[in-house]
T-cell receptor, first 110, second 117 residues
Framework: DAKTTQPTSMDCAEGRAANLPCNHS???????VYWYRQIHSQGPQYIIH???NNETNEMASLIITEDRKSSTLILPHATLRDTAVYYC???????????FGPGTSLSVIP | GAVVSQHPSWVICKSGTSVKIECRSL??????MFWYRQFPKQSLMLMAT?????????EQGVEKDKFLINHASLTLSTLTVTSAHPEDSSFYIC?????????????FGEGSRLTVL
């Protein structure tokens, strides 16, 4: 079973920040938090990952709480092309088998 | 980033035939590849872990004689759906890890859509 829980769906206005929450209360000390997204009928795309520090790249920011039991993916300026299902996953490394939960279906609205 | 390619991207076959799907890592070597299946409006379900030069490890409930996995080289893993039936119609996706220094990300193929008539 997936080790994370996410809201089923969210809406975000185009141009605004999209904040996607994820709970992972049973995360262990050596597990990373990974975020992927899947646009309809395509393979998943890596977005970002982190262990305990906040991370930022050209796509998004990842905010991990101090107790590591939850995190938030932030898309700073959502566009229509960001409409996708976003998956939050915990795993030791990319060598670990990755179990996907239902994810959050994000709809960016014009 | 690293590229993983699947072929074919879609295939239609008759019931009872076998279908082979290829997963290639184009610019890196992948010791381990993963195969997933995804039904409409559902999440990805891990089917098996494919290790180069050894037998695949199947998840519970996945028939290894039905879904044959071969990982004969560091850049190619194949999934063969044997004696396909309409219930095998699905979106099959592979992923690969780059090995060596762990970049932390998994690379996914574009997916292969199988329709069994």
């Amino acid at each position: 079973d997936a080790k994370t829980t996410q809201p089923t769906s969210m809406d975000c206005a185009e141009g605004r920040a999209a904040n996607l929450p994820c709970n992972h209360s049973t995360i262990s000390g050596n597990e990373y938090v990974y975020w992927y997204r899947q646009i309809h009928s395509q393979g998943p795309q890596y977005i970002i990952h982190g262990l305990k520090n906040n991370e930022t790249n050209e796509m998004a920011s990842l905010i991990i709480t101090e107790d590591r039991k939850s995190s938030t993916l932030i898309l700073p300026h959502a566009t229509l092309r960001d409409t996708a299902v976003y998956y939050c996953i915990v795993a030791k490394t990319s060598y670990d088998k990755v179990i996907f939960g239902p994810g959050t279906s994000l709809s960016v609205i014009p | 980033g690293a590229v993983v390619s699947q072929h074919p991207s879609w295939v239609i076959c008759k019931s009872g035939t076998s279908v082979k799907i290829e997963c290639r890592s184009l610019d890196f070597q992948a010791t381990t590849m993963f195969w997933y299946r995804q039904f409409p409006k559902q999440s990805l379900m891990l089917m098996a872990t494919s290790n180069e030069g050894s037998k695949a490890t199947y998840e519970q409930g996945v028939e290894k004689d039905k879904f044959l996995i071969n990982h004969a080289s560091l850049t190619l893993s194949t999934l063969t759906v044997t004696s396909a039936h309409p219930e095998d119609s699905s979106f099959y996706i592979c992923s690969a890890e780059t090995g060596g220094a762990n970049t932390g990300e998994l690379f996914f193929g574009e997916g292969s859509r199988l329709t069994v008539l």
